[in-house]
């Protein structure tokens, strides 16, 4: 957005969330998954929140509804070898060119159990950054569960 004086400004957009109460985000930041998260179809935009900043998980917060968030995590972070084969129509779908996607896991958090807590790298969600297109990818390889503990 530019203002009368030709200057660059970032429009923000308010939000509710559940975890961190109202927030104001850069319209810029919003994530776009297309197709939805699986069991959430109609949600399509999400923002990205990493809290403190240096931590190694996100809330992929949903902008239509408060009560969706899910938490992520860099699969790579707890499986280093973690390397799906993308399938092509994703990659095209994502506006993606060699290198522009990050791949997140869906972390499950048993309640009380931390220690137990699984990722699923069966349906992660590619994101690339540079066009904020997202979506979770159903993976078909018998080398990945979508309970992969995090803590070994």
């Known amino acids: 957005m530019t203002d009368t004086m030709g200057t660059n400004?970032?429009?923000m957009l308010k939000i509710t969330t559940i975890r961190f109460g109202e927030m104001e985000i850069p319209?810029?930041?919003?994530l776009t998954v297309l197709g939805g998260i699986i069991g959430f179809p109609d949600f399509l935009r999400y923002v990205?929140?990493?809290?403190?900043?240096?931590?190694p998980f996100y809330w992929l917060q949903c902008i239509d509804d408060p009560t969706l968030a899910l938490v992520l995590?860099?699969?790579?972070l707890f499986k280093s070898d973690y390397n799906p084969e993308l399938p092509e129509g994703a990659k095209e779908e994502l506006g993606a060119k060699n290198g522009d996607i990050t791949l997140f896991a869906?972390?499950?958090?048993?309640?009380?159990?931390?220690?137990?807590m699984t990722a699923n790298l069966l349906g992660p969600l590619a994101v690339n950054p540079k066009t904020r297109?997202?979506?979770?990818?159903?993976?078909?390889?018998r080398l990945y569960t979508h309970r992969h503990p995090i803590i070994s």
């Open 9 to 11: 400004k970032t429009s």
């Open 106 to 116: 869906i972390v499950t958090i048993p309640q009380g159990r931390p220690q137990d």
């Open 73 to 76: 995590v860099n699969p790579s």
């Open 133 to 141: 297109k997202a979506r979770q990818l159903v993976l078909d390889d």
């Open 48 to 55: 990205l929140i990493q809290r403190p900043h240096d931590a």
């Open 27 to 30: 319209e810029e930041s919003v």
